[in-house]
Nanobody, 124 residues
Protein backbone atom coordinates (compact mmCIF):
# COMPACT_ATOMS: atom_id res chain seq x y z
CA UNK A 1 0.00 0.00 0.00
CA UNK A 2 1.07 3.54 -0.67
CA UNK A 3 1.31 5.85 2.32
CA UNK A 4 2.25 9.49 2.69
CA UNK A 5 2.83 10.55 6.28
CA UNK A 6 3.29 14.22 7.14
CA UNK A 7 5.03 15.49 10.23
CA UNK A 8 6.61 18.66 11.55
CA UNK A 9 3.57 20.82 12.12
CA UNK A 10 3.09 22.85 15.26
CA UNK A 11 2.66 26.32 16.68
CA UNK A 12 5.09 29.12 15.94
CA UNK A 13 5.24 32.87 16.29
CA UNK A 14 5.02 35.27 13.37
CA UNK A 15 8.33 35.37 11.56
CA UNK A 16 9.32 31.91 12.70
CA UNK A 17 10.12 28.78 10.72
CA UNK A 18 8.94 25.20 10.48
CA UNK A 19 9.92 22.29 8.29
CA UNK A 20 7.28 19.81 7.25
CA UNK A 21 8.13 16.30 6.13
CA UNK A 22 6.14 13.93 3.96
CA UNK A 23 7.55 10.41 4.20
CA UNK A 24 6.48 8.08 1.41
CA UNK A 25 6.22 4.31 1.44
CA UNK A 26 5.13 2.01 -1.33
CA UNK A 27 6.23 4.53 -3.96
CA UNK A 28 9.49 6.17 -4.98
CA UNK A 29 9.36 9.95 -4.64
CA UNK A 30 11.91 10.52 -7.39
CA UNK A 31 9.39 9.13 -9.87
CA UNK A 32 6.49 11.27 -8.69
CA UNK A 33 5.07 14.72 -9.02
CA UNK A 34 4.66 15.76 -5.40
CA UNK A 35 2.83 18.80 -4.11
CA UNK A 36 1.81 20.63 -0.98
CA UNK A 37 -1.69 21.91 -0.37
CA UNK A 38 -3.15 23.69 2.61
CA UNK A 39 -6.61 24.39 3.94
CA UNK A 40 -7.77 26.91 6.49
CA UNK A 41 -11.15 26.67 8.22
CA UNK A 42 -13.88 27.94 5.96
CA UNK A 43 -11.63 28.14 2.93
CA UNK A 44 -11.01 25.93 -0.06
CA UNK A 45 -7.88 23.84 -0.21
CA UNK A 46 -5.06 25.81 -1.82
CA UNK A 47 -2.12 24.46 -3.81
CA UNK A 48 1.13 26.07 -2.66
CA UNK A 49 4.13 24.15 -3.98
CA UNK A 50 5.17 21.29 -6.18
CA UNK A 51 8.34 19.35 -6.94
CA UNK A 52 8.35 17.54 -10.23
CA UNK A 53 10.03 14.34 -11.38
CA UNK A 54 12.98 16.43 -12.58
CA UNK A 55 13.13 18.18 -9.18
CA UNK A 56 11.92 21.51 -10.56
CA UNK A 57 9.78 23.35 -8.08
CA UNK A 58 6.98 25.87 -8.43
CA UNK A 59 5.30 27.98 -5.78
CA UNK A 60 2.11 29.91 -5.41
CA UNK A 61 2.35 33.67 -5.09
CA UNK A 62 1.20 33.45 -1.48
CA UNK A 63 4.35 31.55 -0.41
CA UNK A 64 6.93 32.37 -3.07
CA UNK A 65 10.17 33.58 -1.55
CA UNK A 66 9.29 32.23 1.90
CA UNK A 67 8.71 28.51 1.36
CA UNK A 68 11.02 25.97 -0.26
CA UNK A 69 10.15 22.40 -1.15
CA UNK A 70 12.54 19.62 -2.03
CA UNK A 71 12.81 15.87 -2.26
CA UNK A 72 15.32 13.71 -0.44
CA UNK A 73 15.43 10.64 -2.61
CA UNK A 74 17.63 8.72 -0.18
CA UNK A 75 15.01 9.17 2.54
CA UNK A 76 12.10 8.92 0.10
CA UNK A 77 10.73 12.08 1.66
CA UNK A 78 9.37 15.43 0.52
CA UNK A 79 10.10 18.51 2.62
CA UNK A 80 8.56 21.95 2.93
CA UNK A 81 10.77 24.55 4.59
CA UNK A 82 8.60 27.43 5.73
CA UNK A 83 10.28 30.68 6.74
CA UNK A 84 8.96 34.13 7.64
CA UNK A 85 5.67 32.59 8.67
CA UNK A 86 2.59 34.78 8.89
CA UNK A 87 -0.72 34.28 10.70
CA UNK A 88 -2.38 33.75 7.31
CA UNK A 89 -0.21 30.66 6.86
CA UNK A 90 -2.24 28.97 9.61
CA UNK A 91 -3.79 25.88 8.03
CA UNK A 92 -3.73 22.13 7.78
CA UNK A 93 -0.98 21.19 5.34
CA UNK A 94 -1.23 18.16 3.08
CA UNK A 95 1.23 16.48 0.77
CA UNK A 96 0.02 14.76 -2.36
CA UNK A 97 1.59 12.68 -5.08
CA UNK A 98 0.86 11.37 -8.52
CA UNK A 99 2.72 9.01 -10.82
CA UNK A 100 3.08 11.46 -13.69
CA UNK A 101 4.82 14.71 -14.41
CA UNK A 102 3.31 17.74 -12.69
CA UNK A 103 2.97 19.72 -15.92
CA UNK A 104 0.70 22.74 -15.88
CA UNK A 105 -2.01 20.86 -13.98
CA UNK A 106 -0.12 20.52 -10.72
CA UNK A 107 -2.65 22.63 -8.82
CA UNK A 108 -5.55 20.32 -9.60
CA UNK A 109 -6.39 18.23 -6.56
CA UNK A 110 -8.33 15.66 -8.55
CA UNK A 111 -5.22 14.58 -10.45
CA UNK A 112 -3.36 13.28 -7.40
CA UNK A 113 -3.40 9.58 -6.59
CA UNK A 114 -2.23 9.73 -2.98
CA UNK A 115 -2.65 12.11 -0.05
CA UNK A 116 -1.23 12.41 3.41
CA UNK A 117 -3.37 12.81 6.51
CA UNK A 118 -2.43 16.44 7.07
CA UNK A 119 -0.48 18.30 9.72
CA UNK A 120 -1.60 21.45 11.51
CA UNK A 121 0.44 24.65 11.37
CA UNK A 122 -0.58 27.54 13.61
CA UNK A 123 1.11 30.94 13.40
CA UNK A 124 0.30 33.57 16.01
Amino acid sequence: DVQLVESGGGSVQTGGSLRLSCAASGVVVSRLCMAWFRQSPGKERESIARVDIDDRSTYSESVKGRFTSSKDNARNTLYLQMDSLKPEDTATYYCAARSASCSLTWAREDLYNWWGQGTQVTVS
